[in-house]
């Protein structure tokens, strides 16, 4: 089986090789999908002996093609021969998704992907345009698959605030990144609130115990004063 790669939107040349034993002009056939190839695209095809050219090629023109070969004086049948296209794509601009804001202490994930090229692109994530390593280091907080373009942070902190694009990438043609975008780290109040009121509530509430009982004991003593000295004046 022959293989053919060509960038997009160049032409593309699949030769179907035979020898024959006595015909001279046999009848060579072009086929996609056992349809006939040249009948569905004159504009964009040409046949040239057994050299088949295509002009202008996209993904769709990606697949296995089949050279059939009939010689009518021959004795020995010539059969097919296959060819394989695959159109190479340069990659496109990813799509990223990079949360705004993250509570300091929780995990956050980015996403990274390009659909449109071929080989499938691998990734790389910038922050503030300085690469992010994709080994596994005892100080960096978070893992980055090249492959899936996942970048996974465990637990976040203030340092990792800034400004986050994506790196496609295969080979074909130049790399494209997604525009930057800024994932904030904020303190999660909410969770400080509670803290505090677990914290704080124990002691506000032996406080107010305490004050409670300084005002049963104030009561006491003003009744019983009134009761041992009556108004009169007297000591």
């Not at 504009?43 to 023109?61: C, E």
């Not at 300085?130 to 893992?143: A, D, G, R």
């Not at 496609?168 to 994932?183: D, E, F, L, T």
Request: proline fraction near 5%; charge should be positive; glycine fraction near 6%.
């Amino acid at each position: 089986k022959a293989k053919v790669e060509v960038h997009e939107n160049t032409n593309a040349v699949l030769s179907c090789e035979f020898k024959t034993e006595k015909e001279t002009n046999p009848r060579v056939e072009w086929k996609k999908r056992q349809r006939c190839f040249v009948c569905s695209f004159k504009g964009s095809a040409s046949i040239n002996g057994a050299t088949m050219t295509l002009r202008g090629v996209t993904q769709k023109d990606s697949g296995v093609y089949h050279c059939e070969v009939t010689a009518r004086h021959d004795k020995i049948k010539l059969g097919e021969v296959t060819v394989t296209l695959n159109v190479l794509v340069a990659p496109h601009a990813p799509s990223c998704e990079v949360p705004e804001t993250v509570m300091r202490g929780f995990s956050a994930e980015l996403r990274c992907k390009d659909k449109l090229s071929v080989p499938t692109a691998t990734y790389s994530w910038y922050k503030d345009n300085k690469p992010l390593h994709t080994s596994n280091l005892p100080e960096i907080n978070y893992t980055l698959d090249p492959k899936t373009g996942t970048l996974k942070f465990k637990v976040v902190s203030k340092s990792d605030e800034g400004q986050y694009r994506c790196e496609a990438s295969n080979g074909v043609g130049a790399p494209k990144s997604c525009a930057g975008r800024h994932m904030k780290i904020t303190e999660c109040k909410l969770i400080g609130l509670m803290l505090a009121s677990v914290v704080l509530g124990p002691i506000i509430a032996a406080c107010s115990y305490i004050f409670s009982l300084n005002c049963s004991d104030f009561y006491y003593y003003q009744v019983h004063l009134r009761a041992v000295h009556p108004s009169t004046g007297q000591q």
